[in-house]
């Protein structure tokens, strides 16, 4: 099936694929011959896709994770680059200081 339209048959079996029998996406590509993308794409065309739960119930950005990150350890983080080795020399010398301030100095 990989590059044709889909028929109004494939459609129905997309759907009953996906939400009765709840395939996975990579398997219903599998199925049709299709890459995942182009599933998840005629699911949402369809009005059937869910987007599936995230694991990680406390989602974080970069940006908040930094802020956290200078409030803990009572520094400043020149933007968000963590490569950067100013700010991880930082990150560093504010980790020995709350670990010497709590007695677990190395």
Same mark, same amino acid.
């Given at each position: 099936?990989?590059?044709?339209?889909? +028929?109004?048959?494939?459609?129905?079996?997309?759907?009953?694929?996906?939400?009765?029998?709840?395939?996975?996406?990579?398997?219903?590509?599998?199925?049709?011959?299709?890459?995942? @993308?182009?599933?998840?794409?005629?699911?949402? &065309?369809?009005?059937?896709? &869910?987007?599936?739960?995230?694991?990680?119930?406390?989602? @974080? +950005?970069?940006?908040?994770?930094?802020?956290?990150?200078?409030?803990?350890?009572?520094?400043?983080?020149?933007?968000?680059?963590?490569?950067?080795?100013?700010?991880?020399?930082?990150?560093?010398?504010?980790?020995?200081?709350?670990? &010497? &301030?709590?007695?677990?100095?190395?």
């Amino acid at each position: 099936m990989n590059g044709k339209a889909w +028929s109004p048959e494939d459609e129905l079996e997309l759907i009953k694929l996906y939400t009765e029998e709840e395939l996975d996406v990579v398997d219903i590509a599998e199925h049709f011959g299709k890459k995942p @993308r182009s599933i998840i794409s005629k699911l949402v &065309q369809l009005k059937v896709y &869910q987007k599936p739960e995230d694991d990680k119930p406390d989602k @974080r +950005s970069v940006k908040s994770m930094v802020i956290e990150l200078e409030k803990i350890l009572g520094i400043e983080i020149e933007g968000l680059n963590l490569t950067k080795k100013s700010n991880l020399e930082k990150v560093v010398d504010g980790i020995k200081i709350k670990l &010497q &301030q709590s007695g677990n100095s190395k």
